[in-house]
């Protein structure tokens, strides 16, 4: 594995791939959730995983509080990067990220080829939620109630010391956004949601189109919030198709 920073992990270089893809994690999530999807899109992309401040590697650094704040930090952390396609891929608080982190690279006149976001509504589709308030107990009921990876690690005391820092500030982040008002993004969009997702109806899912001019499209899977992991062949394959019709 090639660490190119604090911020970027690639698992499986590929100085030949014609993509790169940029991955960014749900709350709570960490880069090596996409060492499975690193894996599985070589050599037709390289992933660059994104490891947000506050956990693994990095979790002797303070964790980040807000969308504008990890946004900035996942750009800075791509400017070495944009020598190739950037495409970028987020789930959940990660879909907000990417989309945040898209806006910065157009500003900067590097642009990406494609935003896919997952599991998130659109930013101009607001809920009133609380989880970042709720005590230890109310925050791990969320994560089970979501389904998320690796849920009976939670069950363990030190663990969950270890971890509740970095979810409980990702919660903030992701329940404290609001979009502001700007320049729409004009690359093609893809949204992937669960068509059982409580956190995501394919009605709010479907306004990400009014987030940029280029191509839009909604692609439903069965599934909850981590519908992505029971189908994960089929979004592999929707992630290899899309950036196979956007790679120059």
């Known amino acids: 594995m090639a660490t190119t920073s604090a911020w970027v992990q690639r698992?499986?270089?590929?100085?030949?791939?014609?993509?790169?893809l940029v991955c960014l994690p749900h709350a709570g999530g960490s880069a090596s959730y996409f060492h499975p999807v690193s894996a599985a899109l070589r050599p037709?992309?390289?992933?660059?995983?994104?490891?947000?401040?506050?956990?693994?590697?990095r979790r002797a650094e303070p964790p980040l509080r807000t969308?504008?704040?990890?946004?900035?930090?996942?750009?800075?952390?791509?400017?070495?990067?944009?020598?190739?396609?950037?495409a970028l891929f987020g789930?959940?608080?990660?879909a907000s990220v990417a989309y945040e982190t898209?806006?910065?690279?157009?500003?900067?006149?590097?642009?990406?080829?494609?935003?896919?976001v997952s599991g998130r509504r659109a930013p101009s589709r607001h809920r009133e939620e609380n989880v970042h308030r709720r005590d230890d107990a109310g925050v791990l009921a969320e994560i089970r109630r979501l389904g998320?990876?690796?849920?009976?690690?939670?069950?363990d005391p030190?663990?969950?010391?270890?971890?509740?820092?970095?979810?409980?500030?990702?919660?903030?982040?992701?329940?404290?956004?609001?979009?502001?008002?700007?320049?729409?993004?004009?690359?093609?969009?893809?949204?992937?949601?669960?068509?059982?997702?409580?956190?995501?109806?394919?009605?709010?899912?479907r306004d990400w189109k009014l987030t940029t001019t280029g191509d839009f499209r909604l692609t439903t899977f069965t599934g909850g919030h981590f519908y992505l992991n029971d189908q994960a062949p089929?979004?592999?394959a929707a992630l290899r198709d899309h950036l196979a019709t956007v790679t120059p």
């Open 11 to 20: 698992f499986h270089p590929q100085p030949e791939a014609p993509v790169r």
């Open 44 to 57: 037709a992309a390289e992933v660059l995983a994104i490891q947000y401040p506050g956990r693994q590697n």
């Open 67 to 86: 969308v504008d704040a990890l946004a900035e930090g996942v750009a800075e952390a791509l400017a070495p990067h944009t020598d190739r396609p950037l």
């Open 91 to 94: 789930h959940s608080l990660g």
């Open 102 to 116: 898209a806006r910065l690279l157009t500003k900067a006149g590097t642009p990406p080829v494609t935003l896919v």
């Open 148 to 155: 998320g990876t690796e849920i009976q690690l939670l069950d």
């Open 158 to 205: 030190e663990i969950q010391a270890m971890v509740l820092p970095a979810i409980r500030a990702d919660y903030e982040a992701v329940e404290t956004y609001r979009h502001a008002d700007g320049p729409l993004l004009d690359c093609p969009l893809l949204t992937l949601v669960g068509d059982d997702d409580p956190l995501a109806t394919l009605d709010e899912a």
């Open 234 to 236: 089929a979004v592999i």
